[in-house]
């Protein structure tokens, strides 16, 4: 079993930055991916980043990059979303996401955390 407890969510306004962490416990080894999906009212949950478990490999989704980056410095450290010159349309809430192999879409996750609101004001 992995835990996931995430933490930094909050209310900014547009433009405004804020950082997410996720920290994993429990059984937790070399080999896995973590990340970032979103999902906003009415919407399907959908990914943000995800990064291996040694931090080397990262991918960010195109709404997203250029603003946000995911990161970690080894696989027993948490990992971190810094998101800035937030928008409106990134307002969700934000899980975290443990997976054993790939993590590409929702159902590839093994684990997942509470989830943490972000919301962007205009």
């Known amino acids: 079993q992995v835990q996931l407890v995430e933490s930094g969510g909050g209310s900014v306004q547009t433009g405004g930055s804020l950082r997410l962490s996720c920290t994993a416990s429990?059984?937790?080894?070399?080999?896995?991916?973590m990340g970032w999906f979103r999902q906003a009212p009415g919407k399907e949950r959908e990914i943000v980043a995800v990064?291996?478990?040694?931090?080397?490999?990262?991918y960010v989704a195109d709404s997203v990059k250029g603003r946000f980056t995911i990161s970690r410095d080894s696989a027993k450290d948490p990992v971190y979303l810094q998101m800035n010159n937030l928008e409106p349309a990134d307002t969700a809430v934000y899980y975290c996401?443990?997976?054993?192999?790939?993590?590409?879409?929702?159902?590839?996750?093994?684990?997942w955390g509470q989830g943490t609101q972000v919301t962007v004001s205009s």
């Open positions: 429990g059984h937790t080894s070399a080999s896995h991916v």
């Open positions: 990064i291996s478990w040694n931090g080397a490999n990262s």
């Open positions: 996401a443990w997976a054993w192999s790939g993590l590409y879409y929702e159902h590839d996750a093994d684990y």
